[in-house]
């Protein structure tokens, strides 16, 4: 199982950026999956989660409102849609995955076995 990870940049505050991860080995359907980021100096951090059938979604106080999570299982692929940026977004972002992950765990990194690589989102002016 591979996740690959894809889409960060340099962004104004206020902009928007979209990011990917694909994943391989493995059909996105039976994952659970999420984002966290990790800015420097600081934890790893939940960003935003979906449950396996999608139904059951779940966002960082953070970024309710600004973000959204969704996933194309055809293309295997996960995205997350990043609206109205501020500075303290930027972050490495990572995408992660586990078919046994269920909504009480959905915000643990601990949870989660199969990680992307990260990408880094940096919103400055």
């Known amino acids: 199982v591979q996740l690959q990870a894809s889409g960060g940049g340099l962004v104004q505050p206020g902009g928007s950026l979209t990011l990917s991860c694909r994943l391989t080995?493995?059909?996105?359907?039976?994952?659970?999956v999420a984002w966290f980021r990790q800015a420097p100096g600081k934890e790893r951090e939940f960003v935003a989660g979906?449950?396996?059938?999608?139904?059951?979604?779940s966002y960082a106080d953070s970024v309710k409102g600004r973000f959204t999570i969704s996933r194309d299982n055809a293309k295997n692929t996960l995205y997350l849609q990043m609206n109205s940026l501020k500075p303290e977004d930027t972050a490495v972002y990572y995408c992660?995955?586990?078919?046994?992950?269920?909504?009480?765990?959905?915000?643990?990194?601990?949870?989660?076995?199969?990680w992307g690589q990260g990408t880094q989102v940096t919103v400055s002016s």
């Open positions: 992660a995955g586990d078919p046994t992950v269920i909504t009480s765990t959905m915000r643990l990194s601990s949870a989660y076995r199969y």
């Open positions: 979906m449950s396996r059938s999608g139904n059951s979604q």
């Open positions: 080995g493995f059909s996105l359907e039976n994952f659970a």
